[in-house]
């Protein structure tokens, strides 16, 4: 098994059978905190899921000889799968007594964990409720810092805020394998800036044919196996024109 996507056959987001399908399947939970008095921004929510998973995946903890490393190999040599639950209150509350991180952006927290088994997560996670991870922006997104990296949607997709949260941790993570251990660092050391923004109708073409890693959803809810869901515009990235 290898968790490697340049390998082919390799790739977590194939809707093929593969080689990945024998292993056992782990799930990364990650709970977003909705209180509802004081919901979080939709954008802001996503960006900071997306970030969540690369905390995790760059943690001391998940490499090398780290406690959570043997799970975050077999579920990176799995398939990738992601699951945003919600919580508030005691709920919140008992989430953050578990081993984990708790990622928070401009107003939104998120708490990721290590990779569980599909069919064994802690009665804490498994209580809480996937659905009503509806969120909204009081306000449109300023434009993206393209300096920075870009995690494009598909603007022909109607997903759910935890749906994108997950999509956009897929997109993230893509990024991640793509990039030099040096380009790793140095995103890390910046504390993983990054922006989620929906693509306009006439970019996403483009952008889904620039080579530039893209989320294929396995269909598992929500939307059809094999949908482009996200396009991950690292600048690193990006080829020179004409390449």
């Known amino acids: 098994m290898t968790?490697?996507?340049s390998v082919p056959g390799?790739?977590?987001f194939r809707t093929e059978p593969s080689t990945r399908d024998a292993a056992p399947q782990f799930v990364l939970p990650l709970v977003v905190r909705i209180e509802r008095a004081a919901p979080p921004p939709r954008t802001d929510a996503l960006e900071t899921a997306a970030r969540a998973v690369l905390v995790m995946l760059s943690d001391e903890r998940s490499?090398?000889?780290?406690?959570?490393?043997e799970a975050v190999r077999d579920w990176q040599d799995a398939r990738i799968r992601k699951v945003v639950r919600r919580a508030r209150g005691a709920e919140w509350r008992r989430a953050?007594?578990?081993?984990?991180i708790t990622v928070t952006g401009k107003s939104a927290e998120v708490r990721v964990f290590p990779p569980v088994p599909l069919d064994g997560w802690p009665k804490e996670l498994a209580k809480l409720q996937v659905s009503?991870?509806?969120l909204d922006d009081p306000e449109p997104p300023v434009d993206a810092d393209l300096s920075a990296p870009v995690l494009w949607l598909n603007p022909?997709?109607?997903?759910s805020a935890g749906k994108a949260m997950a999509q956009a941790g897929h997109a993230a993570q893509l990024a991640w394998w793509e990039l030099s251990d040096e380009e790793r660092g140095a995103w890390r050391e910046a504390g993983?800036?990054?922006a989620v923004r929906t693509a306009r109708a006439g970019r996403w073409g483009e952008l889904t044919a620039s080579g530039l890693p893209l989320v294929r959803d396995a269909g598992f809810t929500e939307i059809a196996?094999?949908?482009?869901?996200?396009?991950a515009d690292h600048p690193a990235l990006r080829r020179a024109p004409g390449v």
């Open 3 to 5: 968790s490697d996507p």
């Open 10 to 12: 390799a790739s977590p």
């Open 63 to 69: 490499l090398g000889e780290g406690e959570w490393a």
């Open 96 to 100: 953050e007594g578990l081993p984990g």
């Open 132 to 134: 009503g991870t509806d």
């Open 156 to 159: 022909d997709l109607d997903m």
């Open 192 to 194: 993983f800036p990054l």
């Open 225 to 231: 196996p094999g949908s482009c869901t996200v396009v």
